[in-house]
């Protein structure tokens, strides 16, 4: 059983930065791909971005092409999502995600198989 835990969230003005953390509890998270989801209030669930197992793939939707970088440190068994140029619409609760898969990464739910319990985000003057 994976155990993720995010951290990093918070209140920040448009236009600044986040970087949100996973902390994943395994020690063989080269296993894993990684993905950042978020959901804002009344809306589903949206795939943010995800990264291969070894760092080489990433992915991103195009609202976050050129504004978030997605990263990992297998060493350290951590996952990054560093978010720049926020704007009120990023406003969520931002999930971090493993799957267990040999492929590349997914930025859709029912691809993965365990889930952190979230950190708000809130983009606000």
């Known amino acids: 059983q994976l155990e993720l835990v995010e951290s990093g969230g918070g209140l920040v003005q448009p236009g600044g930065s986040l970087r949100l953390s996973c902390a994943i509890s395994?020690?063989?998270?080269?296993?894993?791909?990684l993905s950042w989801f978020r959901q804002a209030p009344g809306k589903e669930h949206e795939g943010v971005s995800c990264?291969?197992?070894?760092?080489?793939?990433?992915h991103y939707i195009n609202s976050a092409k050129g504004r978030f970088t997605v990263s990992r440190d297998n060493a350290k068994n951590t996952v990054y999502l560093q978010m720049n140029s926020l704007k009120p619409e990023d406003t969520a609760v931002y999930y971090c995600?493993?799957?267990?898969?040999?492929?590349?990464?997914?930025?859709?739910?029912?691809?993965?198989?365990?889930w952190g319990k979230g950190t708000l985000v809130t983009v606000s003057s």
């Open positions: 995600a493993a799957r267990s898969y040999t492929g590349g990464c997914s930025v859709s739910a029912t691809d993965m198989h365990y």
């Open positions: 395994a020690s063989d998270i080269d296993l894993y791909s």
């Open positions: 990264i291969s197992r070894r760092g080489i793939t990433t």
